[in-house]
């Protein structure tokens, strides 16, 4: 079992900036690749960017890519979403979640272990 506690988010302006944490206990937090995802009220769960075990590769949505970077700290259990340049319909609770995959993917079903999410909300 791994256990996925997200923090950092909040109420921002557009143009703003936030960093997302996701603090991770239980198993190997090395062994899982991290992945960010984000609901938007009356819309479906989508991807936002995966980080791989080591770090060393990354992959993002089109629509966060050049703004957004995710990156992780294996001796702190931690994996952050950094989120620059921030939009209205950038909107949405966003989760992080572990896959057991060494890459993880862009389908939420590859990602076995998820946290409670943490609200973002970007005013205009």
């Known amino acids: 079992q791994v256990q996925l506690v997200e923090s950092g988010g909040g109420l921002v302006q557009a143009g703003g900036s936030l960093r997302l944490s996701c603090a991770a206990s239980?198993?190997?937090?090395?062994?899982?690749?991290m992945g960010w995802f984000r609901q938007a009220p009356g819309k479906e769960r989508e991807f936002v960017a995966r980080?791989?075990?080591?770090?060393?590769?990354?992959y993002y949505a089109d629509s966060v890519r050049g703004r957004f970077t995710i990156s992780r700290d294996n001796t702190k259990n931690t994996v952050h979403l950094q989120m620059n340049s921030l939009k209205p319909e950038d909107t949405a609770v966003y989760f992080c979640?572990?896959?057991?995959?060494?890459?993880?993917?862009?389908?939420?079903?590859?990602?076995?272990?998820w946290g409670q999410g943490t609200q973002v909300t970007v005013s205009s």
């Open positions: 980080i791989s075990w080591s770090g060393s590769s990354t």
């Open positions: 239980g198993r190997t937090f090395s062994h899982y690749a």
């Open positions: 979640a572990a896959s057991s995959g060494q890459y993880g993917t862009a389908w939420d079903w590859d990602y076995a272990y």
